[in-house]
């Protein structure tokens, strides 16, 4: 029924840059966004668009280097990242249908499986 597929996680060095892609099904009009889990941490929000694409958030974070963006046609969402630290590295997770007044929550009705990306230094 509902599925998140995320895709492009790998390894790269420090400095380096990853697009990360994540493709819903049996979700519509949604709002999407990627989280992340790093060893020994909680799961902490990142970035999320609106559907229409007309809003975005991007954790303080990160908001310089990374970059959601979104094919509500396609129900897709993507993350490009840039200048990637070693601090990056954690599994990431694709969200749908979730809330912009709770993505400190860490919430979302539904979650892709994960992609993992690591940042060597």
């Known amino acids: 029924q509902v599925q998140l597929i995320e895709s492009g996680g790998g390894l790269v060095q420090a400095g380096g840059s990853l697009r990360l892609s994540c493709a819903a099904s049996?979700?519509?009009?949604?709002?999407m966004g990627w989280f992340r889990q790093a060893p020994g941490k909680k799961r902490e929000f990142v970035a999320a668009?609106?559907?229409?694409?007309?809003?975005?958030s991007v954790t303080d974070s990160v908001k310089d280097r990374f970059t959601i963006s979104g094919d509500n046609g396609k129900n897709t969402v993507d993350l490009q990242m840039n200048s990637l630290k070693p601090e990056d590295t954690a599994v990431y997770y694709c969200a749908a249908d979730l809330l912009f007044s709770e993505l400190i929550y860490s919430r979302a009705n539904y979650w892709g499986q994960g992609t993992q990306v690591t940042v060597s230094s």
């Open positions: 049996g979700v519509s009009r949604a709002a």
């Open positions: 668009i609106s559907y229409t694409g007309s809003r975005t």
